[in-house]
T-cell receptor
Framework: GAGVSQTPSNKVTEKGKYVELRCDPISGHTALYWYRQSLGQGPEFLIYFQGTGAADDSGLPNDRFFAVRPEGSVSTLKIQRTERGDSAVYLC??????????FGPGTRLTVT | DQQVKQNSPSLSVQEGRISILNCDYTNSMFDYFLWYKKYPAEGPTFLISISSIKDKNEDGRFTVFLNKSAKHLSLHIVPSQPGDSAVYFCAASAWSGNTGKLIFGQGTTLQVKP
C-alpha cells in the first residue's frame, strides 16, 4: 500500500517568508509525528498528533512553528518568518498507536 | 543534552562478516528502542525494535541486544551485505509518558565492502 508522502520534496524560500509543508500519513494511522533533521544529526522531534489534537508539542523550537491536523489525517507544518537556521529536512512519520513509526521521504527546506 | 548517543560516526566491514553498531542512552524512563536505516534522499526505514522487558530480539540477519544496567544497546548484522551500506539510527521512546516520540542518536554510517 501507499506509504507516508510529503510535499513538496524541496522548498527554497527567502528569509522572512512563510512556508507550509504537507504530510499525508498511511491510511488508518492515528498517530502522526513531525521531526526535523539537520546535516550530520539524527531526526529531532517537533510535534505529535493523536487524531486531530496535538498530544505533545514540546519539540517545537518557538512560536514561529505551528502544525495542524484538522481532520485527523493530513497534517500541515507551518513556519512563519523563516530564518536561515530553519534550513533542514523536515520528516513526517505515522503509526498505529504503540506501533513503530513509518517515515516519509522528507521535505528539504532551504532558507536563503 | 544528548539522551541517545552513537559514538561511532562510521564503520567499515567486509561483506560476509559481522557488523556491530552501538548505542548508549541516559534516560532510565526509555522503555522501547528501535533501529532505523536510512539511504540518501529517503526517510528512515524501520529495521528492528526491542522492548525494555527483553534483552534480545532477532529478525533474520538482524539482532538487537539490550543491556539495561549499562544503558546500552547494539545491532548485529550477520552476514553483512553491500546493500546494508546506509546510515543507521538508534532511537528510544518512553511510552509511559504517553507520547511515543522518538529520541534519535546521531547515526552511524555503515559501509560494507564487497
Amino acid at each position: 500500500g501507499a506509504g507516508v508522502s510529503q510535499t513538496p520534496s524541496n522548498k527554497v524560500t527567502e528569509k522572512g517568508k512563510y512556508v507550509e509543508l504537507r504530510c499525508d500519513p498511511i491510511s488508518g494511522h492515528t498517530a502522526l509525528y513531525w521531526y526535523r533533521q539537520s546535516l550530520g544529526q539524527g531526526p529531532e522531534f517537533l510535534i505529535y498528533f493523536q487524531g486531530t489534537g496535538a498530544a505533545d508539542d514540546s519539540g517545537l523550537p518557538n512560536d514561529r512553528f505551528f502544525a495542524v491536523r484538522p481532520e485527523g489525517s493530513v497534517s500541515t507544518l507551518k513556519i512563519q518568518r523563516t530564518e536561515r537556521g530553519d534550513s533542514a529536512v523536515y520528516l513526517c512519520a505515522s503509526s498505529k498507536q504503540g506501533d513503530e513509526q513509518y517515515f516519509g521521504p522528507g521535505t528539504r527546506l532551504t532558507v536563503t | 543534552d544528548q539522551q541517545v548517543k552513537q559514538n561511532s560516526p562510521s564503520l567499515s566491514v567486509q561483506e560476509g562478516r559481522i557488523s556491530i553498531l552501538n548505542c548508549d542512552y541516559t534516560n532510565s524512563m526509555f522503555d522501547y528502542f528501535l533501529w532505523y536505516k536510512k539511504y540518501p534522499a529517503e526517510g528512515p526505514t524501520f529495521l528492528i525494535s526491542i522492548s525494555s522487558i527483553k534483552d534480545k530480539n532477532e529478525d533474520g540477519r538482524f539482532t538487537v541486544f539490550l543491556n539495561k544496567s549499562a544503558k546500552h544497546l547494539s545491532l548485529h548484522i550477520v552476514p553483512s551485505q553491500p546493500g546494508d551500506s546506509a546510515v543507521y539510527f538508534c532511537a528510544a521512546s518512553a511510552w509511559s509518558g504517553n507520547t511515543g516520540k522518538l529520541i534519535f542518536g546521531q547515526g552511524t554510517t555503515l559501509q560494507v565492502k564487497p
